[in-house]
């Protein structure tokens, strides 16, 4: 009986085939896939160009074009589903000049980006970084702020880069955008913005060492005992709400 029904339903729900692209070769996949399950059903392997498929880690920055259309389009592999004759490409990284530091010693001085990353005096102000964000970053605007020397507006703007790299990809001054305004959220996070008091209170309580003891004890635990504990700890149910506590309160902040 259940074979039957099954049947039916894959009769009524008969998946529509779309050619697409990836890198010049014709592929035919199931309409409604996302770019990256259609490359994966299309025999795609990924161990780069993938991490969260949740739209976070930036790592599936991909290009494409539609047919008669002159413009480049920017998607996220893993949140965008295929279009027929999509042609595209993934850039899962782009060589991008990064200045590392000791954050630690770093003010708050502007000067401390410019000095660091002094092709920003190159932009021309073209945007087409910003045309080409997935995430809808006003990306010369942001740079433009660390320019002019307002980090917290930089860090704001730039709040929701995800690292992927494709606006370096297009800059007319070669310089790495996002690089550059993490340095700036960086800095605005660490030395500009108020601290939050629950959170200090919390590094205290760290400090103090209230975890110290059942530190100790997981880290004496066999690979058995680890995974004995993993599976069996209380989970917050899905429905719970704002109110829920877990029934040992020992370890909440
Ligand atoms: S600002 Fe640049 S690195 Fe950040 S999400 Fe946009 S294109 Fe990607
Ligand atoms: S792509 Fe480069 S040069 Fe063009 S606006 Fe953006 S930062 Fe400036
Ligand atoms: S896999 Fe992380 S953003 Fe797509």
Redesign the pocket.
Known sequence: MSNEKGKTQNATHATNMIPIYIMGKRYDVPEGLTIMKAMEYAGYQFIRGCGCRGGICGACGTVYRKPGDYKIYTALACQTAVEANMYLTQIPFYPAHHVSGNYQETTEAPEEIHKRYPELF?????????KICPMDVE??DA?SYVKQGNIEKAAHTSFECIQCGL?TS??????P?YHILQLARRIYGGRIAPKAKHNAAAVKTIADGKFEAKMQEVMKMNTDELKKAYTEREIEPETAGEDWRPEDVRFLL
């Open positions: 190159r932009c021309v102000a073209c945007n087409a970084c910003t990306v010369m740079i606006c297009r800059c007319f001054a070669e310089m955008q």
